[in-house]
C-alpha cells in the first residue's frame, strides 16, 4: 500500500502560482502511474492530470491544459503539480493519486488527504 501525503496548498489570487507536491511511502511510485484529482465544493472529484510511470506520457484536462504541469521524482519517491495562471475555478482540494494507467483516469484508486487550494478573485 502506498502512503501519499500533498502539501504546497494555500490562498493564492487569480493568476499567481503554486506548486503542489506528494510524497509516498511504502513502496516506491516507479511502478505506478500517478495523478492529480480535485474535488470542488459541492462537485464530484475530477480528473486533472497524470504521468506515467517514467514520466515520458502525460495527460491533462481540457480545463487545466496549457497552465498546469505535472512531474515526477521517482528518486525521491515523489510527485508535483506546478499550478499557473490560476483561475477562481480552479479553487478546491487537490488529491494525489496512485493508479495504473496514465490513460485512464478511471484506474486511479488510492488517494492522499488533499491539499486545499483557494484562488481569489
Known amino acids: 500500500q502506498v502512503q501519499l501525503v500533498e502539501s504546497g496548498g494555500g490562498l493564492v489570487q487569480a493568476g499567481g502560482s503554486l506548486r503542489l507536491s506528494c510524497a509516498a511511502s511504502?513502496?516506491?511510485?516507479?511502478?505506478?502511474?500517478m495523478g492529480w484529482f480535485r474535488q470542488a465544493p459541492e462537485k464530484e472529484r475530477e480528473f486533472v492530470t497524470s504521468?506515467?510511470?517514467?514520466?515520458?506520457?502525460?495527460l491533462y484536462a481540457d480545463s487545466v491544459k496549457g497552465r498546469f504541469t505535472i512531474s515526477r521524482d521517482n528518486v525521491k519517491n515523489s510527485v508535483y503539480l506546478q499550478m499557473n495562471n490560476l483561475k477562481p475555478e480552479d479553487t478546491a482540494v487537490y488529491y494525489c493519486?496512485?493508479?495504473?494507467?496514465?490513460?485512464?483516469?478511471?484506474?486511479?484508486?488510492?488517494w492522499g488527504q488533499g491539499t486545499q487550494v483557494t484562488v481569489s478573485s
Open positions: 511504502g513502496r516506491t511510485i516507479r511502478n505506478y502511474a
Open positions: 504521468i506515467s510511470r517514467s514520466g515520458t506520457s502525460t
Open positions: 493519486a496512485v493508479g495504473s494507467s496514465v490513460a485512464d483516469p478511471s484506474s486511479f484508486n488510492s
